[in-house]
């Protein structure tokens, strides 16, 4: 028996599609950056890909719990070069706007079909897109102030946001 709308469930497998394109994507940024010497950017970028190939599990799992089928579209190229280390975190930050404003799409299709049950399953992800966002805007920050000529500062930033306790307000 599916418990979700036939709709819901095809927008939740374009989902998965978008989450692992962003996997991908990620890998690439992560490539790029292990090919700049880079190793701390790289460790970073190989673990979102981590989160995002998680993210499209968790939608899969949900799929399953709900009864509807499954239909993982397949993937757009991803972007490889990048001229600079400031264009590849800005790529990212802007990937991750898109892939919000995906989810919000697909959490107002669930309120519209009065889908509770997908709507509460995608709070996890509208908050883990604010912590992403939040978190690549502060990389893309630090990268710009560091400049391209001292990014080692970038990278020591990267370790010690790491080895610190996590600095977000409230928590």
Known sequence: MELISKEVAAELNQ????????????LAIANY????????????????SDEER?????????????????????????QYRFSTVEE???????EEV???????KLASLARKKDD???ENFLQFFIKEQLEEISSMEDLLATVKRAGPDRLLLVEEYIL??????????GE
């Not at 989902?15 to 990620?26: D, H, K, P, V």
């Not at 898109?98 to 919000?104: G, M, Q």
Request: charged share 25%; glycine share 6%.
């Open 116 to 118: 509770f049950a997908t």
């Open 88 to 94: 590849a975190v800005s790529f990212s930050l802007n």
């Open 33 to 48: 950056f292990h090919r700049e010497t880079l190793p701390e950017l790289a460790k970073y970028f190989y673990a979102q």
């Open 54 to 78: 998680t993210h499209g599990l968790k939608v899969i799992q949900y799929l399953h719990d709900t009864g509807a089928d499954l239909d993982i579209p397949g993937v757009e190229k991803c």
């Open 15 to 26: 989902q998965i599609g978008r989450e692992f394109r962003a996997m991908l994507q990620y």
């Open 160 to 169: 010690r946001k790491k080895g610190s306790a996590n600095l977000r307000l």
């Open 98 to 104: 898109e892939l919000s404003k995906c989810i919000n």
